[in-house]
C-alpha cells in the first residue's frame, strides 16, 4: 500500500495552522506567482485567506495578528508565542512589504512572508520575465529580505522542502522574528507524505549553556540578598518573547515594585492595578515619581529592553546603580558582564525555582509606591484636549480590551491613561512607521474575534490615516467590529512639534470622515462625530456604544498643536538630536 502524500503547498498551510502555530488566518495580496498556492488554503479546514488592500498593509496585518494571538494566548509552556503569516508575490509585491517586515525585525514580531515566485525552470533560463529587474537575476530580492530576517529558505528540492519549510517556520516562532520563505510556482504540487504532519513543529527554545547560566543564577541572587530597593523594569521582548508570565511570578514572589517602558504597556499577565506598580518609565520624560522610584533603586532586575529613543526619553535613562541584572531573549547582562548563551525565559524559571531566592525575599517589605497625580483639566472647559481625552479615556476601557495606538499624540498620549485586567496594548514605538496602526487593526481585531471575544480600538491621526485608509475597506469585508477613533488635529501634529509648525509640508487635505465607512461598502455601521466635553462624556458612558456590535468610526476634533506633554518634550529632544 502507497503512503499518503498530500502536495507542498497543502503542507505549508497546514503546518501553520497546526498546534503549536495553529494560524486561522492568512494575510497578503495574489499575484500570478503565488495563485496556485493561494488555492491550498481552502484544503485547511479551519484556515482563511485574508486578503489585504496592499502588500505593506498585510505586512502590518501580519504583525497586528500575531501580537494579539502571543497576547492573548495562556499556555505559555506549549507556546504562547505571536506569530501570523502573509502571501505576495514575487518582486512588485514582496517589495512593497518590506516597510512592515521591517518594522516586524525591529519590534521582535514572530511572522512567515511567504514569497511567490518563478518557477525554477524559468529561472535557471534567466528568462527576462515581468516583475524582474531584466538582468536575469532572480535571486536579488531574497538576498534585500535577508538583511530584515532571521532566516531565509528557498524551495528547490522536493526532498528538502518540508523540512525547510518547518525551519523557516521554527526560527521565526523561537526568535521572533520575520523569516521569508521562497516559493517557486512548479513546487506547489510536489507530492510530500502526509505522515510528516504526524510531529508537530518544535519550537522550544534552545537550552542555555548550563555553566554560563549558573553563574548568572549565582550573582543575580548575589545582588538580590544585597539590595535595600530593588525594581524590576519590564520592556518590549519580555512580551514579544513570552516571557511575562515569569515576570508576574517574579513580582509576587520578590514582592518588589515594578515599572514599565511604553513598548511593554498593555502586556499579557502584567497588571496596572497591582500595589506594587509604580508606573510608566521614560527617562526624563517619565512622572517625577516614576521617575525617582526607577533610579533611585539600589538593583535594577531588566526584563527585554529596547533602549530605542522613543521608548527612554531619547536615551535619558539614570540609574543611581550599577547594579542593573539584564535579561534578553538570547542573552544575560550583569553589569559589564555579558553572557551570550543564556536565554531570558529559561533563567527567570530557574530563579523562580530557586530556594535561595525565595529565602533571601522572605519577609521582604518594598518603598510604598507614590503615584503622580494626573493633571486635572481647567474648570469651565468645554473643548476636547488631549489633556482631557488621555485622562478620561480609562472610564471608557474594559477588561480586556485591545488597544491600538499610532505613532504620534496616540501612542505618547496613552501612557498616562490606567489600562483595566488583561488589557492589550499595541504601538509601534521603535520602528514608528506612520500608518502602522489602521493595518494593524485588520490584524489584530481578526485575531481578536478568532481567539477570544475582546473588544478592539483604534486610535490614529488624521494624517497617519491617509496612508493606508484602504484597510478599512478590508476590515467591512470580513465583517470585523472594531472601534476606530480618529483625532482630527488637522495634519502632522508630531511633525510640527519636531519641525515645521507652520510648514505646507505638516499639512494634508481635509477628509470627510463621517462619509468613510460608507464610501467603503459599510452597511452595519456607526459614524460619529465630537467636539465637545459634554458629547465625548456622553459617549464614554454610553452602554449601547460600549457593546462592539458593529464597525464604528468616531471622529474626535481636537486643537491643531494640542499633545501630551510627554510628546511636546520628546519632540524637543528629537529637534535636539537632528541638529547634533
Known amino acids: 500500500m502507497s503512503e499518503e502524500t498530500i502536495s507542498l503547498g497543502t503542507y505549508l498551510f497546514e503546518r501553520l495552522h497546526q498546534e503549536p502555530i495553529g494560524l486561522r488566518s492568512i494575510f497578503g495580496v ?14 485547511v479546514k479551519g484556515l482563511s485567506w485574508k486578503g489585504n488592500a496592499n502588500e505593506l498593509n498585510a505586512a502590518y496585518s501580519a504583525d497586528g495578528y500575531s501580537r494579539v494571538k502571543g497576547g492573548i494566548e495562556q499556555n505559555s509552556e506549549k507556546g504562547g508565542s505571536g506569530f501570523a503569516a502573509l502571501v505576495t508575490t514575487f518582486g512588485v509585491g514582496e517589495l512593497s512589504a518590506l516597510n512592515g517586515i521591517a518594522g516586524a525585525y525591529a519590534e521582535h514580531v514572530g511572522l512567515l512572508h511567504i514569497v511567490g515566485i518563478p518557477s525554477i525552470a524559468a529561472q535557471s533560463k534567466q528568462l527576462l520575465l515581468h516583475h524582474t529587474l531584466g ?19 528557498f ?8 523540512g525547510e519549510i518547518d525551519r523557516c517556520i521554527r526560527e521565526a516562532y523561537i526568535n521572533q522574528r520575520p523569516s521569508y520563505l521562497a516559493f517557486p510556482s512548479n513546487m506547489v504540487e510536489v507530492e510530500v507524505p502526509r505522515s510528516l504532519l504526524d510531529t508537530p513543529i518544535d519550537v522550544s527554545i534552545p537550552k ?15 545582588l538580590i540578598k544585597s539590595a535595600k530597593n530593588p525594581i524590576i523594569l519590564i520592556d518590549a521582548c519580555c512580551a514579544r518573547h513570552n516571557s511575562t508570565l515569569e515576570a508576574s511570578k517574579l513580582i509576587e514572589l520578590t514582592n518588589f515594585r515594578f515599572a514599565l517602558t511604553p513598548m511593554a504597556k498593555g502586556s499579557k499577565y502584567i497588571d496596572e492595578a497591582h500595589p506594587n506598580f509604580t508606573g510608566i518609565y521614560v527617562g526624563s520624560l517619565s512622572y517625577p515619581k516614576v521617575k525617582e522610584a526607577v533610579e533611585s533603586s539600589d538593583l535594577v532586575l531588566s526584563l527585554g529592553a529596547m533602549l530605542s529613543d522613543f521608548n527612554t526619553g531619547s536615551f535619558s535613562y539614570s540609574y543611581s546603580t550599577k547594579n542593573v541584572v539584564e535579561f534578553h531573549s538570547n542573552y544575560i547582562k550583569i553589569r559589564s558582564a555579558q553572557y551570550p548563551n543564556v536565554r531570558m525565559k529559561q533563567t527567570l524559571q530557574r ?59 496616540s501612542s505618547f498620549g496613552i501612557v498616562q491613561t490606567p489600562y483595566p485586567p488583561d488589557a492589550l496594548g499595541i504601538s509601534q514605538v521603535l520602528w514608528g512607521s506612520i500608518g502602522y496602526s489602521v493595518g494593524a487593526l485588520f490584524g489584530a481585531v481578526t485575531a481578536a474575534e478568532e481567539f477570544s471575544s475582546r473588544r478592539t480600538i483604534l486610535f490614529v491621526g488624521d494624517g497617519s490615516l491617509q496612508l493606508t485608509v484602504q484597510e478599512i475597506s478590508s ?8 472601534y476606530i477613533f480618529v ?44 467636539s465637545t466635553l459634554d458629547e465625548i462624556s456622553k459617549l464614554f ?8 456590535d458593529k464597525i464604528r468610526l468616531i471622529e474626535i476634533m481636537l486643537p491643531k498643536m494640542d499633545a501630551p506633554q510627554s510628546l511636546i518634550k520628546q519632540a524637543e529632544l528629537s529637534a535636539k538630536t537632528n541638529s547634533e
Open 30 to 43: 495574489p499575484g500570478d506567482f503565488n495563485l496556485t498556492l493561494l488555492d491550498k488554503i481552502d484544503d
Open 135 to 153: 538582468n536575469g537575476d532572480f535571486t536579488v530580492f531574497r538576498k534585500m529580505s535577508s538583511f530584515i530576517s532571521q532566516t531565509t529558505g
Open 155 to 162: 524551495l528547490s528540492d522536493p526532498a528538502t522542502a518540508a
Open 208 to 222: 542555555n549553556e548550563e555553566s554560563e547560566e549558573d553563574e548568572v543564577i549565582e550573582r543575580t541572587l548575589e
Open 351 to 409: 530563579l523562580l525555582k530557586s530556594s535561595e531566592l525565595k529565602e533571601a525575599v522572605k519577609g521582604f517589605k518594598p518603598t510604598a509606591v507614590v503615584k503622580d497625580p494626573f493633571e486635572v483639566p481647567e474648570p469651565g472647559q468645554k473643548s476636547i484636549s488631549q489633556q482631557w481625552l488621555w485622562y478620561h479615556l480609562g472610564e471608557f476601557l474594559q477588561k480586556g480590551d485591545v488597544i491600538i495606538t499610532e505613532t504620534g499624540t
Open 475 to 482: 476590515m467591512i469585508r470580513n465583517k470585523n467590529k472594531p
Open 487 to 530: 483625532l482630527n488635529n488637522d495634519g502632522y501634529t508630531i511633525e510640527r512639534l519636531i519641525h515645521g509648525e507652520n510648514a505646507g509640508y505638516n499639512d494634508i487635505q481635509p477628509w470627510k470622515h463621517q462619509e468613510l465607512l460608507n464610501t467603503f461598502g459599510a452597511t452595519d455601521f456607526e459614524s460619529i462625530k465630537v
Open 541 to 548: 458612558k454610553d452602554k449601547d456604544f460600549a457593546k462592539a
